[in-house]
């Protein structure tokens, strides 16, 4: 049987207005583009705050020039749209003029996994805006390493020997590939600096019922900052999730965002703020830029197909978590200019913070 390959591509192309959402008509670009392709077996297209997303499976593998170089193209002509309507950061995240194979390293963030396809494939799309890639590293521990969140690593037998975690020194470009439950320990040593350490992607163990070797959910780890070497905007992470059978239930995967942990982002990627689980309707991001907020659509993916994403956070069980969200958000206001809601200096250095502590050096005595 071949492969599926499951492909969330996205790119801040312009914002309406200002970061706040994506202007329809950017949407139907990207529509038109994708539907017009031979390379794809299904797509939607969405948005999270003002970044435009492609969910697209297809036969392409992994890092497919044909695959990426649709999605390039398609980001092209929505930035030349968004050019045409005055749309603010128009190209924002598109760091290159002259696409080289793949996106990665260009500016779009890009999460991907191949994979064998089981009798019923259950596949989670998670999309974050203004946040960093190591906000998925709670989320993504609670799910497949933490007992108090998934039940099935203690009562099911296919979950019992725990999964290995794929994590990212993003300042070394390294990864190292570490296992659960145990060296539970040492993963929380490096997925507790979510600055520094990120999970990339996580596989089922030897043994397992799904084939070690294919990922069981994978996050987009690029960091804008590192690829242009100055403040381009925050790099607003995307992740895809397989669930059931011989892995985390639906619902074990949805329970980490039953909490509003707080993230790195926000106003000008300068703050911590809460994450807040939210709607397609209410994915736009409005209070001093956000707070951060966090989309999750799943579906079934059958022989590459799959129906319209259901909105698993449009649902009044995570309403609790949304006023949580706001008092957090609230409280951290308050704190203005300081920190802990401002982010610490070292974190700050690729922001325009430093062009301000420039002019005051010579003052310093």
Request: proline share 7%; net charge negative; with cysteine.
């Amino acid at each position: 049987m071949s492969k599926t390959t499951f492909s969330i591509i996205k790119a801040d192309v312009g914002g309406y207005p200002g970061h706040a959402t994506v202007h329809g008509e950017l949407m139907e670009v990207a529509e038109k583009k994708l539907s017009a392709s031979n390379d794809l077996i299904n797509y939607h297209v969405t948005h999270c705050g003002d970044d435009l997303e492609l969910l697209m499976t297809h036969k392409e593998g992994e890092d497919s020039e044909k695959i990426h170089s649709l999605a390039w193209e398609t980001f092209q002509e929505a930035t030349e749209k968004a050019r045409e309507l005055g749309l603010y950061g128009a190209g924002q995240d598109l760091l290159s003029d002259a696409f080289s194979g793949n996106v990665r390293g260009m500016g779009p963030g890009i999460a991907e996994m191949e994979f064998t396809e089981r009798k019923a494939e259950p596949v989670v799309a998670f999309l974050m805006d203004k946040t960093e890639p190591g906000a998925f590293n709670y989320p993504l521990f609670k799910i497949f390493a933490d007992p108090f969140n998934t039940a099935g690593l203690v009562i099911d037998p296919s979950l019992h020997a725990g999964f290995r975690f794929e994590i990212m020194d993003i300042k070394r470009d390294k990864t190292i590939m570490m296992n659960a439950p145990e060296e539970i320990y040492d993963i929380l040593a490096l997925l507790g600096a979510k600055g520094r350490f990120v999970i990339n992607k996580v596989y089922p163990k030897e043994g397992s019922k799904l084939p070690s070797d294919e990922p069981v959910a994978a996050v987009s780890t690029e960091k804008l900052y590192q690829i242009a070497g100055e403040y381009v905007g925050k790099d607003d992470p995307v992740a895809i999730v397989r669930a059931q059978s011989g892995l985390p239930a639906l619902g074990e995967v949805l329970e980490p965002f039953s909490h509003p942990f707080l993230v790195s982002g926000w106003m000008r990627g300068s703050h911590n703020g809460p994450i807040m689980p939210v709607s397609q309707k209410d994915a736009k991001c409005t209070r001093f830029d956000g707070p951060p907020r966090v989309l999750c659509l799943g579906t079934q993916v059958k022989d590459g197909k799959f129906d319209e994403p259901a909105d698993l956070f449009d649902d009044p069980a995570f309403d609790m978590v949304r006023e949580k969200s706001a008092d957090i958000a609230e409280y951290m206001r308050r704190h203005g200019p300081f920190e802990p809601h401002r982010l610490p200096m070292e974190e700050m250095e690729y922001t325009t913070l430093p062009e301000v502590m420039n002019e005051l050096e010579d003052r310093f005595q």
